[in-house]
Structures are given as structure tokens and as C-alpha cells.
């Protein structure tokens, strides 16, 4: 199946810095590229998703940028808060296109 | 809103017993999926039902785990005769949209202990 790797597996930034997680694939026939975070002991929920004819797509301090050329695509998180610190996951459909694969996640600390 | 719902929440067995997990998804939600997550790793996607049909179970270990979704509405996750690596959140979600590129609801999880 579709093949996702996600780096750095954690990462901890001070709050009001910018926080950076990157994401390959291996399926260039992918279309669909969903972040999800996970707080700890909760259900992943999506924060943001980018499909293949977009670039870069942004909801206010979050954004996610595609370079399908590169089979890469990253989350960037910028003025970060506390409240950010959880668990974030990047995922590409699998080969069939029907379901998505997850990376391994990267955990994210935003120290105050 | 209701959410996915799932249960039990938390469940100890012994190897080689078996264990069954319940999932309610979304009203209106055709597409249901369950998803395995290991401690500390991303979920793994064990197998998709579009409606009551199978859409993918390419990953899931066929000689032990089993799933339905006999109305196209409820589905049941089992596992027999369950393995020391079977300890892990199963996680149920589901989704309004057919093409796979919509938003994945999922339920808080059934966390699997397998002594």
C-alpha cells in the first residue's frame, strides 16, 4: 500500500515559535493529503487538507504546502500555543484511493 | 451531532481468547473504516465498508480478524484467537463522502490489552 513517512517523530518548539512536519509518499497517483491531530487520550480529528491541484492552502495559523513533483507535503504551524501540543498525523490515500494511509506521527510540545 | 460511537472503551483478555468491538458511525455515513493504532504509531487501516460491501481489507489479518456490516449501518470488529500484538486502539470512523476525500470522523477508540 501506499507508503507515508512523516519526521521529525517529535519535536518541541517554545510558544509563539513556528513548528515544521514533514511528510513523503511514495503513490504519485495520490490526491489527497489530510493532517489530523491527536490530543493525548482523544480521537484524531482533521485540522487541515490539501488535494493535488493546490499548492499550499492556509486557515489562519496553520498551512499545509504540496510538491507533488517531490511526493512531499508539510504542515506548517505558526505562533504556537500550548494548546497545540498533541499529535499529528499525515496521510495520503492508499493505491486503491479508497482509504487513507497515516504516517507515524510526529509529537509536538510547545513549551510556554 | 452524535458521534461515532464505540465500545466497549477498555478491554483486558488473555491470549488466544476472543473479543468482539461495536461501532455506531454517523448518521447518514455510507463509508465506515476501522483503524488499529499501536502505541505511539499512526493508525493502520485494517478494513473499509462502503454501505454493507467491502471496499478494502487488504490489510487485515483474515486467519484471526473479522468484520461486518450486515444493514449497512452498525459494524463489529472481532478477533479470535487474539495475540500479544493485538494490544492496541481499534479505532471505528466513518465518513459522509464516497470519494474518499472527505473529512474522517472517529469514535474515542476501544483500547485492546492482550495479556
Known amino acids: 500500500g501506499e507508503n507515508v513517512e512523516q519526521h521529525p517523530s517529535t519535536l518541541s518548539v517554545q510558544e509563539g515559535d513556528s513548528a515544521v512536519i514533514k511528510c513523503t509518499y511514495s503513490?504519485?497517483?495520490?490526491?489527497?493529503f489530510p493532517w489530523y491531530k491527536q490530543e493525548l487520550g482523544k480521537r484524531p480529528q482533521l485540522i487541515i487538507d490539501i488535494r493535488s491541484n493546490v499548492g499550499e492552502k492556509k486557515d489562519q495559523r496553520i498551512a499545509v504546502t504540496l510538491n507533488k513533483t517531490a511526493k512531499h507535503f508539510s504542515l506548517h504551524i505558526t505562533e504556537t500555543q500550548p494548546e497545540d501540543s498533541a499529535v499529528y498525523f499525515c496521510a495520503a490515500l492508499t493505491n486503491s484511493g479508497y482509504a487513507l494511509n497515516f504516517g507515524k506521527g510526529t509529537s509536538l510540545l510547545v513549551t510556554p | 451531532e452524535a458521534g461515532v460511537a464505540q465500545s466497549p472503551r477498555y478491554k483486558i483478555i488473555e491470549k488466544r481468547q476472543s473479543v468482539a468491538f461495536w461501532c455506531n458511525p454517523i448518521?447518514?455515513?455510507?463509508?465506515l473504516y476501522w483503524y488499529q493504532q499501536i502505541l505511539g504509531q499512526g493508525p493502520k487501516l485494517l478494513i473499509q465498508f462502503q454501505n454493507n460491501g467491502v471496499v478494502d481489507d487488504s490489510q487485515l489479518p483474515k486467519d484471526r480478524f473479522s468484520a461486518e456490516r450486515l444493514k449497512g449501518v452498525d459494524s463489529t470488529l472481532k478477533i479470535q484467537p487474539a495475540k500479544l500484538e493485538d494490544s492496541a486502539v481499534y479505532l471505528c470512523?466513518?465518513?459522509?463522502?464516497?470519494?474518499?476525500?472527505?473529512?474522517?470522523?472517529f469514535g474515542e477508540g476501544s483500547r485492546l490489552t492482550v495479556l
Open positions: 470512523a466513518s465518513s459522509f463522502s464516497s470519494s474518499n476525500t472527505g473529512e474522517l470522523f
Open positions: 503513490d504519485s497517483a495520490s490526491n489527497y
Open positions: 448518521s447518514g455515513h455510507a463509508t
